[in-house]
Each structure stands twice: as C-alpha cells, then as structure tokens.
C-alpha cells in the first residue's frame, strides 16, 4: 500500500468535443498523473477518446473508465485495446464493467448472467492480447503488443469485486469513495498481490473551505440512489444518510441538505491542506491511483485549481 496515490482526473463524459485535447494538455501541464475518459450511454466511445487523448499528449497516462463487457465483442476489443498499446506503449489502463444495467438493457445487450460473462470476457481479452488463441481465434503476430496493459474491473457488488480480485489487475471504484469503502472494497476484492485501486471522487480545491463545499454539493445528488449503498453502507453516518435521502423529494433537494461534513467526508472538496490530506488517507486505505471528477460549470477551468494539491 502507498501513502501518496497517483493523482488523476476524469475527463467530463459532457465536455465539449472542442475542448477535449486542450483539457488533456492543460492536465498534462500542470502535471497531473493520469487521465480517466468516461464511456456512458449516449455521450462519446471511451477508446475513441483514449486514441484522441494519448495521441496528443506525451506523458500522461490514460485510463478507460469504463467499457461495458457486452457492448463489444471480445475480439474487437482486444484489436482495439492491443492497437492503443501499440501506438502508445506503457501509457493506458482498461477499465471494464458491467455498464449500468438500465442502459445496457435499453441498449439490448445485458447478459443472461453477468458476472460470468465478465469474468470469462476478461479472460478472453487477456488470451488474446497475451497472442494466445481464444475460440480458435488469435491476434496475428504483428498485432500483439510487447506487454499486456493492465485490465481493470469497474465493479461494486461483493461478488464482482472478489471476481476482480481473481481475473483483474486492478478494480475501478466509482464515487464516492471513502476510506471506510475502500476497506470494504478490499475485504470483497482479497487481492492475491498487487492490486491497483483506482478512486474517483467529487473535486473542488479553493482557499475557501466553504467555497469548495459549496461547489461540490451538486455532484453529490446522486449519490442517494438505490445503486451507490455499497459507497456509503461502511460509514458510521449510513442510517442517517439514508434518512435524510427518504425525506428529500428530489435529488436536488438532498444534495442541499447534506451536511457540510458529509460533503467533505464524501468529495475531494476543501483547501490545498486539506484535501491533500484526504487523499493520503486513501492512499494510507489502499487506494493507488485518486481521480478528480471536476465539479462546477467549467472543467476546464477546475483543472487549475485541482492542480494545487499536486
């Protein structure tokens, strides 16, 4: 485990095709470690958005955050994954999941069962990025990349997360993610060594506390919904957290209820000190890679001030 994650940022699933290589240059240039690009139903290909991202940048690492398993076949997968390995060596993560089941299902393509036809989708992408042959297919020679780069599983049930101990290189927990999640994370996922835990969390960095947490407090609505319980179930403020989420009759109006402390035990959001000192707290956890998800109304913009943790 380390004590100082690498630190990343996500790259906004709505930002404006216009801005997506000056947003990956500027978090280039103010020195952020990686780049997660996000693939959700009916905004932008995550591969797409890798090749884009790596193809304009030199050093910063580029993690695909994530791509649902039944979206594409396992083949074309790996032929996509082992060509960014090939023009960009050593530079990208592939996260895979199981995509939010309303829209894999709206998009006609949600497995009879799931977890297993992660895990063997996972395994067959690996064979076939290792030259191995799958089904009695295989890359050609010239198509396999020198080394296989590092598949991750962006799961949160118990059963996938131990599944991703198994088959994975690493896990990808969505936000919020506190240190008491990561410790239930890691009791689910029993790596069998080293294991990279990629965390993503709300970010707003100002010299005002309040501030910060006021920005924050938005990203936060969702967070009440029947899907994220696993985030929040470990903290001693769950019950109550349930609580105030019955009471609200909107997502807004539950974002606006939270307590200032809740916001902070649940987003990057504070001064410089501060949340510098959150993340090491997940990186004390376990977590190895700790990824901003902008708040705000401009991203871009957000990059600046996120960059003073570093």
């Known amino acids: 485990m380390t004590s100082r994650p690498r630190i990343g940022v996500v790259l906004p699933r709505d930002l404006p095709p216009s801005q997506i290589v000056p947003y990956a240059k500027t978090a280039e240039r103010l020195g952020f470690d990686e780049l997660w690009v996000v693939e959700d139903l009916g905004f932008r290909g995550g591969l797409v958005q890798a090749a884009a991202v790596l193809g304009a940048t030199e050093r910063l690492r580029v993690g695909v955050g994530i791509l649902p398993a039944a979206v594409r076949n396992p083949v074309f997968a790996a032929m996509e994954i082992a060509t960014l390995e090939q023009l960009h060596p050593g530079r990208t993560d592939v996260g895979i999941g199981h995509g939010m ?24 992408i690996r064979d076939l990025l290792s030259g191995a042959e799958s ?16 598949l991750l599983l962006g799961v949160r049930g118990p059963r996938s997360l131990a599944a991703s ?10 936000e919020p993610v506190a240190p008491e999640y990561v410790a239930a994370a890691l009791d689910a996922i029993a790596p069998r060594g080293e294991h990279h835990l990629v965390a993503y969390n709300i970010g707003a960095v100002d010299d005002d506390e309040q501030a910060a947490l006021r920005t924050a407090r938005p990203g936060l609505a969702w967070i009440g919904e029947p899907d994220w319980a696993p985030h929040v179930t470990p903290l001693d403020i769950a019950d109550e957290f349930a609580a105030l989420r019955a ?14 402390d809740w916001v902070a035990r649940l987003a990057l959001a504070g001064t410089p000190a501060q949340v510098r000192e959150r993340i090491d707290a ?20 957000a990059l600046t001030g996120l960059a003073r943790v570093l």
């Open 247 to 260: 009471a609200s009759a909107t997502r807004e109006e539950f974002a606006e209820r939270l307590p200032g």
């Open 165 to 174: 101990g198994r088959v994975a290189d690493g896990t990808v927990l969505a």
């Open 282 to 301: 997940l990186g004390r956890a376990g977590v190895t890679s700790s990824v901003f998800v902008p708040a705000g109304p401009d991203p871009l913009a």
């Open 135 to 150: 089904g009695g297919l295989r890359l050609e020679p010239s198509a396999v990349p020198d080394v296989v780069p590092p």
């Open 101 to 124: 089941p309303g829209w894999m299902r709206q998009a006609g393509c949600w497995p009879d069962r799931p977890l297993t036809f992660l895990t063997e989708y996972v395994t067959t």
